[in-house]
């Protein structure tokens, strides 16, 4: 089993075993940010910044079949391990699975309290617009 | 160390929030800039205040309100001392350094600014010393004029020389760079500015907490400064400026305090410093600033100075080692700021490591935009230096550094 559900229970595994070591685990979330797929230069413009970040965050999505697949990338190493814990649980999913998606896993790993609240609504945000664009996707099917 | 009655450990007991863990390591405070931290006898002083004088002050037929007003005063007075003001009437409390300054820009401004007049800053400024400037300058249709800056973060003087002129009306430059810790050369800015006829505020927001400043050796019109920066508490802050100055210009707000005899014909208004504090003060702040300056004279500004010198150039030297690691800022004259990038990181990135153990440092633009660019840079990292801070905690910087450092170097 691959689903959202699953996924989200290895995370949360692999961010046990890292425990209360604040510095490990901003290494490990910078690692993971390091292993994303490479980003189109020539998409990182104004129009795929994510709005409400601090750091620049850039998204863009494609579809392969039926499902959204979603490419980011950012300028501070560890908002891009961020993104890649959300691709990881998100990309390459019909769009429906992403809109009921509840990614408890956030609060389950302790994200708050690692990143910050400036950070934290920077993440609220970018999941905000992956959210929105499954839901263009999926509007889009239904038309 | 070279330095007598200098004791580190000692100082150190006096500020109970530097006694604590922060992600389970000891915290190392560097982030002074932005504000110091406060020693007991201030945060008792507080207390105090509110558990045994509070009341209004200035006209109260109490007890409690002569209290008060005594202790009030005896700060303006301590602070007037501090910067060799020549009287405690030029002494005017605000809210901080940005307050100051537009209480100069909107009194100052609205009287003596006209239409095709010039004020002159700095590259280096921080907002606070740029926007109020700019809504002047709007308002009034006067230019700012700015003085470039070397790439080592030095003001160009020559091309200061070139920007004043009988059009001139005010230079408004930092005293110390907030984002760079470089030290500007104020006593020539001043003089040169006075040779045009110009007048001069110093942003002193940088430099109170670090060397001595006197305002009649400057020689400087109108000065500023917060409390927060040196020891004292947070939403207080001070304008000094010369007595003919600060009686010529109309009062900043209108309210209570700040007048002589208010009738619905016309109300006239109180001497200064009392013209420029309507409405009731930051008492308790102001009381327990007191002690923050009681505390920076105990010290000793000399050995103040020589410890924190000693700090920057410690860590300079050291963290210069570090592989990838690029300063930003190289002046000849510098003190207590080091400002950096690692090569390949985002500023924000270092910051967040730093402070996962326990290291607390500023990231980002520092209030500088217009600087960041003049450097093609988004931000920095910068480390501060306090009279209380150690070269052992620069080790611990040094060492967590050195290991950020090598993810991308």
Known sequence: MNDIKSVQEEIIEEFSILGDDKESTIFYIMELGDKLPPFPEEEKKE????????????????TEGDKVVYLADS??????GLISLLIRVLSYRKADE????DLYFIDKIGMGSIIGSQRSNGLAAMIKQMKLYALAYQSKLNA | MAKTGFDVDDIRERFPVLHQEVNGRPLVYLDNAATSQKPLSVIEALNHYYTTDNSNIHRGAHALA????DYYENT????????????????????????????????FGRKFIHEGDEIIISAMEHHSNIVPWQMLCAEKGATLKVIPITDDGELIMEEYEKLLSSKTKLVSVLHVSNALGTVNPMESIISMAHRAGAKVLVDAAQSTSHFTVDVQALDCDFLVFSAHKLYGPTG?????GKRELLEEMPPYQGGGEMIKEVDFSGTTYNEIPFKF???????????????????????????????ENELLTYATEKLGTIKGFIPVGKAK????VLSFLINGMHPFDVGMMLDAVGIAVRTGHHCAQPLMKRFNIEGTVRASFAVYNTKQEIDVLYVSLSRIAKRKN
């Open chain 2, 66 to 69: 002569a209290r008060a007003t």
């Open chain 1, 75 to 80: 300028n501070t190493d560890i908002t891009k």
């Open chain 1, 47 to 62: 129009d795929n910044i994510i709005k409400g970040c601090q750091s620049k965050v850039w998204l863009i999505t494609k």
């Open chain 2, 333 to 336: 004259h510098k003190v207590s």
């Open chain 2, 236 to 240: 207080l802050g001070v304008l000094y």
């Open chain 2, 277 to 307: 504090e309507a409405g009731t003060p930051n008492i308790a702040d102001v009381i327990a600033f007191q002690k923050a300056l009681e505390f920076v004279s105990t010290v000793g500004k000399e050995q103040l100075l020589a410890h």
């Open chain 1, 98 to 101: 992403i809109l009921d998606s």
């Open chain 2, 76 to 107: 303006r007075k301590s602070v007037s001392s501090f910067l060799n003001a020549p009287s405690e009437e030029q002494i005017i409390f605000t809210k901080g350094t940005t307050e100051g300054i537009n209480l100069v820009a909107s009194t």
